[in-house]
T-cell receptor, first 116, second 114 residues
Framework: GAVVSQHPSRVICKSGTSVKIECRSL??????MFWYRQFPKQSLMLMAT?????????EQGVEKDKFLINHASLTLSTLTVTSAHPEDSSFYIC????????????FGSGTQLSVL | AQSVTQPDIHITVSEGASLELRCNYS??????LFWYVQSPGQGLQLLLK??????LVQGIKGFEAEFKRSQSSFNLRKPSVHWSDAAEYFC????????????FGQGTTLQVKP
């Protein structure tokens, strides 16, 4: 079956540093990937839609300069949390939409970010 | 406004008992409805989905859900819960035009007692 790999699974960083999270579709080409954020005991919130070869579409309230998304290839999208602060600590999860299977999303295993 | 509500934040059932997780949605267009399960340390796994047709849909792991348009509900059920079903369950709604843009409920944590 289709697999989406997300790396790293857990990262701890100092305040002010930048963190990059990778999302890879391992056995299919994903023209569209999505990035979500999940706060403890809360729902997943869509942050942005990442389209291969074009700029990401950010949801209202999400700072595009803070959360840089790059989808340079059909199998890789990256989310960079720039100048991370403790309030950015959260669980980030990506998903990829498989062409020809529009109704099905494949999710990564998520990244737990802790900013000290 | 588009939203998904899972009224139960936490549910505990005994192993072997039946289970129903509630999901209500508000969506302006024809909804696509999903249930996902998230186990600790793992990604989301699709349990089942409803697009059209039979309002009772069967999913993996013995789960089923029933779409009731009049009640704007899509409740998840399982006749007999197993200890391995303990996890976080998310209901989500998407639209015909962009099913990737899902709106998730806040999740229900299922605990299974031996």
């Amino acid at each position: 079956g289709a697999v989406v790999s997300q790396h790293p699974s857990r990262v701890i960083c100092k305040s002010g540093t930048s963190v990059k999270i990778e999302c890879r579709s391992l056995d299919f080409q994903a023209t569209t990937m999505f990035w979500y954020r999940q706060f403890p005991k809360q729902s997943l919130m869509l942050m942005a839609t990442s389209n291969e070869g074009s700029k990401a579409t950010y949801e209202q309230g999400v700072e595009k300069d803070k959360f840089l998304i790059n989808h340079a290839s059909l199998t890789l999208s990256t989310l960079t949390v720039t100048s991370a602060h403790p309030e950015d600590s959260s669980f980030y999860i990506c998903s990829a939409r498989r062409p020809g299977h529009n109704e099905k999303l494949f999710f990564g295993s998520g990244t737990q970010l802790s900013v000290l | 406004a588009q939203s998904v509500t899972q009224p139960d934040i936490h549910i505990t059932v005994s192993e072997g008992a039946s289970l129903e997780l509630r999901c209500n949605y508000s969506y302006g267009a024809t909804p696509y409805l999903f249930w996902y399960v998230q186990s600790p340390g793992q990604g989301l796994q699709l349990l089942l989905k409803y697009f059209s047709g039979d309002t009772l849909v069967q999913g993996i792991k013995g789960f089923e859900a029933e779409f009731k348009r009049s009640q704007s509900s899509f409740n998840l059920r399982k006749p007999s819960v197993h200890w391995s079903d303990a996890a976080e369950y998310f209901c989500a709604v998407g639209g015909l035009s962009n099913t990737g843009k899902l709106i998730f409920g806040q999740g229900t944590t299922l605990q299974v007692k031996p």
